[in-house]
């Protein structure tokens, strides 16, 4: 196999040397149906991303977490100080409980009218009072433990132990890494090709994530008449970063008919996309050509002059020139 590629490369050479055709594969020009692509690149944001606060003031007592630490819903993260709170809770908890005995002890005296309607309603005052004022205090001593809204990354801390805080205070971020919204700015004619709900394939770093479309913001750019087309994708298995880049290639609103041929028929010449056809003297002509679509080892072009069954030239163009003899060898 190698004696023979080094017999056809000589032999092209001497050729060329001898002004003799350039040695050449080709084949024809066919018509397809494609779905005309463009590349976007936007910006990974994750869906959910929240700073917590504390909602009662107090001392930190105890953080129970580091960033970067990995933390499922409702693991407590942040222990405010609660010691006053907690013998508040414990004495309203002895009253709530005396209160209610009193009033079903009152219940059954009013029964036996023992006691006044109006002793009554006071005793049932008095118990409804006391379990309100035990509810309050327990809600209060709940938001003294500031836990996990979701399962999630902490990545941000900002309180120490033994620090001082008020209501309001921020003392962490969390974020939700399995979950990513995608936002790319597109045209007009590309958002009409595009189906809300329906999935795409879009590469973060080395990935390739199922992005659904979620909607896009009817806000543009008014210089680039572009607007904001977002896609939600689940990112639980990748690791991601919030403002990476993403890529996605998206079709316009309708399949049209286009020419088809070998990735390798094009080339690079004189910075532009170009593709040698040979008429029936065997010469080459070069016509430049733009890529509408990508399809495997194949390229959906356009360009003037082209047409389906014209032969192409699909290996050895590095060595031909424009208006130059070739001879095909797969015929």
Same mark, same amino acid.
């Given at each position: #196999? ?39 690149? +936007? ?12 909602? =009662? ?9 580091? $960033? ?14 609660? *010691? ?39 005793? @049932? ?9 035990? =509810? ?17 990354? #902490?990545? @941000?801390?900002?309180?120490?132990? +033994?620090?001082? $805080? ?41 990935? &390739? ?43 316009? =609103? ?6 088809? $041929? ?10 532009? =996309?170009?593709?040698? &056809?040979?008429?029936?003297? #065997? ?13 495997? *080892? ?14 192409? $030239?699909?290996? +050895? ?10 001879? &095909? &060898?797969?015929?």
């Amino acid at each position: #196999m190698f004696k023979k590629l080094l017999v056809v490369v000589l032999s092209s050479l001497a050729l060329f040397a001898a002004g003799g055709p350039s040695l050449v594969e080709t084949t024809k020009i066919i018509k397809g149906e494609v779905n005309p692509l463009q590349e976007f690149v +936007g910006t990974v944001k994750f869906d959910r991303n929240s700073v917590l606060a504390a909602q =009662n003031s107090g001392v930190v007592k105890n953080i129970n977490f580091e $960033v970067g630490d990995s933390v499922k819903k409702g693991q407590t993260l942040i222990q405010i100080d609660a *010691d006053l709170l907690n013998a508040q809770v414990k004495s309203a908890r002895a009253n709530a409980k005396s209160a209610k005995k009193d009033y079903e002890r009152y219940s059954k005296l009013l029964e036996t009218k023992s006691v006044s309607k109006k002793q009554y309603d006071d005793m @049932e005052l008095k118990s409804i009072t006391t379990q309100s004022t035990l =509810n309050e205090l327990e809600i209060q001593k709940e938001k003294k433990s500031i836990k996990a809204p979701y399962s999630g990354i #902490m990545v @941000e801390k900002s309180i120490d132990l +033994g620090e001082w $805080v008020n209501a309001g205070t921020s003392l962490a971020s969390i974020v939700d890494t399995s979950k990513a919204e995608i936002t790319f700015n597109v045209p007009l004619s590309i958002y009409y090709g595009l189906k809300k709900d329906d999935t795409y394939d879009i590469r973060v770093g080395k990935n &390739i994530i199922k992005g659904k479309m979620s909607g896009a913001i009817p806000s543009g750019d008014k210089l680039t008449r572009t607007f904001p087309v977002k896609f939600k994708a689940n990112t639980s298995k990748i690791f991601v970063f919030d403002g990476q880049e993403a890529k996605v290639s998206l079709s316009k =609103n309708a399949i049209q008919e286009a020419l088809i $041929v070998p990735r390798d028929a094009v080339i690079k010449r004189f910075g532009q =996309n170009i593709v040698f &056809i040979i008429d029936d003297k #065997m010469i080459a002509q070069m016509i430049p050509v733009q890529i509408i679509a990508y399809l495997e *080892d194949q390229v959906a072009i356009e360009g003037q002059g082209l047409a389906k069954g014209q032969q192409i $030239v699909s290996k +050895g163009n590095e060595r031909v020139f424009p208006n130059s003899l070739v001879k &095909i &060898i797969n015929k």
